[in-house]
């Protein structure tokens, strides 16, 4: 892990008048680089050849001759053949050149890896460096491990042998590297037949199968719940609340039981596939345990994984019939459904600062707090 101090190093060399915001272009990069010229930010995006157009074309910053900007939020882009190429030294030596304070998102970890971005990425990183690991299920302390510690509530794990109920079978896809190989199963018969299904069709694999958990199904709505949390202020918020539209799961919930039945076995099976995203509220009885939930969450990573949580972070939650909330994902940075309050914001984050305020503006908002406040080096590592 780059240890924090080296990182301030790098801050040092910064001019704090010329800063970028930088992302992978990809997952939220849209409402990170809205959020930034919001707040009278540049930004850049680093591309990917063949998956670029958007940020390059579409949603290219236009400003008038004065730097106001007119249309679009990307400024500059690093176009690169592959994600991981960032690492490169003297890719990240134009990075920090241009004075990029980075946003890491799940794009981020996913291609250029874990371990790579705890040991080698040179940047400041505006969130939490440490805690990303906690999202790779599986490891030791992942953030199955920090619910726990925390106290949190959480869909209890089944051995595959015991399953007597409807589960949950988390595992990733075997092809699509982003995506979920998951299923669902009432029993152990059912479990096998529908893994060796999946195996055939190679949409799972036996390396999957092997590190997947099995869990509790909860049955009710998914609710992501995108909060933000200053070390300035020490003031956790509720930005917005997204949930997902998924392919093929969307498809089969609009289809009549009966028509269900009839599918074929390449249809029968829905995958989890997230190709989109709508907002929510919560009725408002239910917004203090959502508050609670953020706080035992950030109360935990603070112990645990000092710092702790620093802005951006999403828990993704079902709602039984109780009304108890099940956290069932957890993103330490900035949620993947976050572009759904782009430049509008949310009610809840809209309402709190009195104006239009998504995850990616409240982001840039805060580095536009700690430079008024001399204290940068309190959101980055």
Known sequence: MIDRSKVLEVLEGYDLEDLRIGMIASHSALDTADGAVEENFRTLAVCQEGREKPYVKYFRADRDKKGKIVTGMIDEVMMLKKFPEILEQENQEILREKNTLFV????????????????????????????????????????????????????????????????????????????????????????????????RQNVIDQDGIELARIERYIIGPVFNLDYFYSPITKRIELIGIDWRFETSLDGHCRLPAPQQ????????????????????????????????????????????????IIGPFCLQTCVDKDLNFFIYDVAPRIGGGTNVHMAVGHPYGNALWRTNMSTGRRLAREVRVALENDCLDKIVT
């Open 261 to 308: 039945l009839t599918l074929n076995e390449r249809q029968i099976n829905p995958e989890y596939t997230v190709c989109g995203h709508n907002s929510a509220t919560l009725r408002e009885s239910l917004l203090e345990k959502a508050f609670t939930l953020a706080e035992k969450y950030v109360e935990a990573t603070q112990e645990y994984y000092a710092p702790g």
């Open 104 to 199: 890491p998102n799940r794009s981020f970890t996913s291609y250029c890896g874990i371990d790579a971005v705890e040991d080698q990425f040179m940047l400041p990183l505006l969130g939490s460096r440490n805690l990303l690991r906690s999202e790779e299920r599986g490891d030791k302390r992942d953030y199955y491990w920090l619910l726990e510690k925390a106290g949190l509530p959480f869909p209890e794990p089944i051995e595959a042998e015991d399953i007597n109920q409807l589960v949950m079978v988390k595992l990733p896809h075997a092809v699509k590297t982003l995506e979920r190989g998951f299923f669902t199963a009432a029993s152990y018969e059912e479990y096998c037949q529908k893994a060796d299904l999946l195996l």
